[in-house]
């Protein structure tokens, strides 16, 4: 079969192959640690189950409109507009299948041949691989380490050309943990609401901050919901609920009007009863989310001053989301090299920084969505390994 020329320029996720290859070990009797997989250990609040199951029995079986039953539409724009500090049109929520779709129809709608798209690298890969797929060119913007995994504002404002379609900026951050500051939303603001370039704000980890409160660029002058901010948001991760897909968009109604057409195309709607969960999560008790933020806080103190104590290992403190990015440079491998022989030699399942980016060398990706009992093994394991060297 001979494919198109587009499928050679689409990338893929690292934590699924290394996810395979731990499974191969477990099959041969050896005992992994899976620090890989971006997703939380809990699991979705029983309100959100019985929603769902009450959605069923009363016949939620059906198609639905393309962008998302009207109840959670408005339920979705009552929720994010008061935290965002503006009215939030229900017509300007798209509801899909997982967050991932409001990235692919994002591109699109918005990039093409001869047009530029600025990303964070090290960064969630599907973004780089999504602006080649679209044919656009992919413009990294580098995250630094001693800045907390933020970037320099002068180098974003060296990378806006007359040709970018879109700026893509992810906080809190996907491998980093890092979380952008108001400072540098405002620089960015300043940059697209002059030169009028819309943003894709990731914004799925909002509610999984420990040290600041969370900080939109929607919130900035000029780069409301209403103007350019494409916000991309959902429940896999806030409501510990992957494997349900459920995410949204919240965007200028015009840009709504063509995932409309995008989400027709492709998937016609998002499923019924999924949907119902997802009023439910909105409304019913938060305390699950509260209690899953603190034992994650606590999670990544015990993880943070163990890689820390590692030789060759230094950790900075991540802000959010519930991932560590340590430098492992000083051990003398590459990121590759380190996430295949910590799951040879010590049976820790961890993602490589290279596979975020080029600017993710150096690094390894370990979440920290796992029991305190399970990161406290990996650590000793990791210790050990490194001592055998
Ligand atoms: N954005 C980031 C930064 C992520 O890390 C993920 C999932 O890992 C997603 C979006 C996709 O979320 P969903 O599983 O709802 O499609």
């Known amino acids: 079969m001979r494919l198109a020329e587009r499928m050679g320029r689409l990338g893929s996720e690292s934590a699924f192959e290394v996810l395979r290859k731990a499974r191969a070990l477990e099959a041969r009797g050896r005992e ?48 994010l507009g008061p935290r965002r500090g503006q009215e939030i049109d229900p017509a300007q929520v798209v509801v899909t299948p997982g967050a ?31 602006i080649r797929f679209c044919g656009a060119r992919p413009v990294p913007l580098p995250l630094i380490e001693a800045k907390g995994f933020r970037f320099d504002v002068d180098q974003f404002r060296d990378l806006v050309s007359e040709k970018t379609a879109l700026v893509i900026i992810n906080s809190p951050q996907n491998p980093t943990g890092g979380v952008l500051q108001r400072e540098d939303l405002a620089a960015i603001a300043a940059v697209c609401a002059e030169r009028d370039i819309p943003v894709l704000s990731d914004e799925i980890y909002e509610q999984i901050v420990y040290d600041a409160p969370f900080s939109s660029i929607a919130e900035m002058e000029g780069m409301s919901t209403r103007e350019r901010t494409i916000i991309l948001h959902g429940f896999s991760k806030a409501y510990a609920m992957t494997g349900w897909r459920l995410g949204f ?52 103190d015990l993880m943070v001053a163990g890689l820390n104590a590692l030789p060759g290992v230094s950790c900075v403190s991540p802000g959010g989301a519930f991932y560590t990015f340590p430098n492992i440079s000083e051990t003398g491998m590459d990121s590759a090299t380190f ?24 690094y390894v990706r370990l979440s920290y969505a796992n029991s305190l009992e399970n990161i406290q093994l990996a650590l000793d394991r990791l210790g050990e390994a490194l001592a055998r060297r």
């Open 339 to 362: 996430s295949d022989w910590a799951l040879q030699e010590a049976g820790v399942a961890c993602l490589s920084g290279a596979s975020f980016g080029d600017y993710g060398e150096d």
């Open 100 to 130: 991932k779709p409001i990235m692919f129809f994002t591109l699109l709608a918005l990039a093409e041949t001869g047009s530029e798209v600025i990303y964070p690298d090290p960064g969630f890969p599907i973004y780089e691989s999504m």
């Open 32 to 79: 992994i640690v899976h620090l890989e997989i971006g997703e939380p250990d809990f699991d979705t609040a029983p309100h959100v189950v019985e929603a769902a199951c009450r959605a069923l029995h009363s016949g939620a079986t059906h198609y639905v409109s393309p962008v998302g039953l009207p109840e959670l539409r408005e339920a979705i724009a009552a929720d």
């Open 249 to 300: 968009g919240v965007m200028p109604t015009a840009l709504a009007e063509q995932m409309n057409l995008l989400m027709v195309n492709s998937n016609s709607c998002t499923a019924a009863a999924t949907q119902w969960a997802g009023i439910a999560a909105l409304q019913g008790p938060q305390d699950g989310v509260e209690r899953m933020v603190a034992a994650f806080r606590e999670r990544r």
